[in-house]
């Protein structure tokens, strides 16, 4: 099993102990007729506290993380070889700032800025990603995170349906934030439309099917660089990513718009 490094570093941190903006969200109720168990607060939590280690102690710096995770005992060299993966290494060289290589070696240092819940089926993970979407939008409109757009990805039409369903039982019962979902393929539009996408407490939130982005552009097929948005997403994979080497590729695809971001 995998070792939990970030899980160490942000159980360490006290979230009492973050700032008050940081602390003053309802953890406990999600609908009329859902509220959520200690667990799933916990996780909520957690990943507060790791949004605040990256974007306010480590000032959004990769490296900074980096040596964290080292100093918590992370020894596994996870840097990316070109050589081993030449076909999906030319996605990566794309974005020589953002993946500099060194030595034909891209450091796993730019690509550490991400976390994940560890939950078993029907534990209540699309909750979860509910209410970490108005933790998110709160934090945007309040300047306390950067600016920046926010992608639900689902590998399955269900997987989005129970989502949508989820949203507008949130909706119907928080009536001070509304969450308003879009189709990743209307972002031009809507963003032409909506400048200030979290204003007057509404929170813009675009979803898609994770497995029908790509590097080309075709009827459902959506090509990630045309919403690249200089890599400023923050991206909530409702599945983590576990398809084979030929398909790789898609894996980076999710990575490269939330480089700048999470």
Do not use: C
């Not at 995770?69 to 070889?81: A, C, I, P, R, S």
């Not at 891209?106 to 970490?132: C, D, E, Q, Y």
């Not at 690249?228 to 980076?252: C, H, M, P, V």
Request: neutral net charge; proline residues 2%.
């Amino acid at each position: 099993m995998s070792k939990l490094y970030l899980q160490n570093i942000v159980e360490d941190i006290s979230f009492e102990n973050l700032p008050a903006k940081w602390q003053g969200f309802d953890f406990s109720r999600f609908s009329k007729d859902k509220t959520l168990f200690d667990f799933q607060k916990q996780g909520l939590q957690n990943a507060l506290k790791g949004l605040w280690l990256y974007f306010k102690d480590k000032k959004a710096d990769k490296k900074a993380l980096f040596e964290q995770y080292k100093l918590n005992g992370l020894e596994e060299n996870f840097d990316y070889n070109l050589n081993r993966e030449r076909k999906a290494a030319k996605y990566l060289l794309e974005y020589p700032e953002d993946y500099p290589v060194v030595n034909n070696k891209i450091s796993f240092a730019h690509f550490i800025n991400r976390m994940s819940f560890w939950m078993a089926t029907g534990s209540g993970k699309t909750l979860i990603i509910v209410k970490l979407i108005e933790f998110l939008g709160k934090l945007i409109a309040e300047k306390e995170l950067p600016t920046g757009d926010i992608l639900f990805l689902a590998h399955r039409d269900d997987l989005l349906e129970q989502f949508k369903n989820h949203v507008e039982e949130f909706n119907s019962f928080n009536f001070d934030t509304k969450i308003n979902l879009k189709n990743l393929r209307d972002y031009e539009s809507v963003k032409r439309e909506n400048a200030l996408p979290f204003a007057k407490n509404e929170i813009t939130v675009f979803y898609y099917r994770s497995d029908l982005i790509s590097d080309e552009h075709k009827e459902k097929i959506v090509n990630f660089r045309n919403y690249d948005n200089s890599g400023k997403w923050y991206i909530l994979l409702d599945e983590a990513y576990n398809g084979d080497k030929a398909d790789s590729k898609r894996k980076f695809s999710f990575s490269f718009p939330s480089r700048n971001g999470s």
